[in-house]
């Protein structure tokens, strides 16, 4: 079960920095993206040390592939649960990250709201019409360029529910090709589908695991047929490798 000292440690370095981002927000974006910085490069990186030390639940980031990835790129991935944020976060701690998401997750989500709002990632309205989120994705495109960022997208668009990969939907990543023309980098995720809600956070984390894996770089799509062939490609390398995990102990890396 969770234990006491794991809450108390979890809850001692979350609370500070969700309170003092929601009252800066609507005050100054400058100070409230500080503490959103400070979120992403470092609490991100905590909260796995934490449960590690009183849970023994790994982080398994495979940082040797990270060497050979270019400067800048678009990310993507499948989708297990929202503590796929913070993995991306401890993984790529050097870098600029910014992650497409449904506006739900910038409204009402302890430490991630108000991050998400400050830091000026992509939350398109779930009520959007295809055409208004290809607008929001290709403004968000020529901002990451600008600013040297790395945009993170979830093709499926929601989270699984068995781990197995879904459906990889294409116009939003044709859309955020076409704004950047960057090279194609795709991870594979696993272990977060087991730790979907708060009930099963607090009743699965004994001894779990966290993975996370460069698999491929893919050049800049030019074409339909190019971006069409990444997705369904990436999913299979992508499946491929949650299978080879399948057979790993939590401990194994």
């Known amino acids: 079960m969770f234990s006491a000292l794991t809450l108390i440690c979890l809850v001692s370095m979350v609370i500070p920095a969700a309170i ?3 009252f800066a927000y609507p005050v100054s974006k400058k100070i409230s993206c500080k503490i959103s910085g400070y979120i992403s490069k470092v609490l991100a990186r905590r909260l796995f040390a934490i449960l590690y030390a009183y849970k023994r639940f790994h982080f398994w980031g495979y940082k040797q592939e990270l060497k050979a990835l270019p400067k800048q790129f678009i990310a993507i991935s499948n989708h297990q649960s929202l503590l796929d944020i913070p993995v991306f976060m401890n993984l790529l701690r050097d870098k600029e990250i910014r992650f497409i998401a449904k506006d739900t997750l910038g409204r009402h989500v302890p430490l991630v709201s108000e991050m998400l709002r400050a830091e000026k990632h992509c939350l398109i309205p779930r009520k959007a019409k295809p055409m ?4 929001y994705v290709e403004k968000f495109g020529k901002r990451v360029i600008e600013n040297n960022q790395i945009p993170v997208l979830f093709p499926e ?7 197995r990969v879904g459906t990889f939907y294409s116009a939003g990543f044709r859309k955020l090709t076409e704004a950047t023309n960057l090279p194609v ?3 594979a995720i696993d ?3 087991q730790l979907r809600d708060l009930r099963k956070i607090f009743t699965r984390l004994e001894k779990g695991c966290y993975r996370i894996k460069a698999l491929k770089v893919y050049d800049p799509p030019k074409t339909k047929e190019d971006c069409v062939f990444i997705l369904e490609d990436s999913k299979n390398i992508i499946q491929n490798q949650l299978e080879q995990w399948s057979v790993l102990k939590p401990s194994e890396e």
């Open 20 to 22: 003092g981002n929601i």
């Open 132 to 135: 208004e989120a290809m607008r």
């Open 157 to 163: 668009g929601s989270r699984t529910k068995n781990g």
């Open 191 to 193: 272990g977060g589908y």
């Open 185 to 187: 980098v795709v991870f």
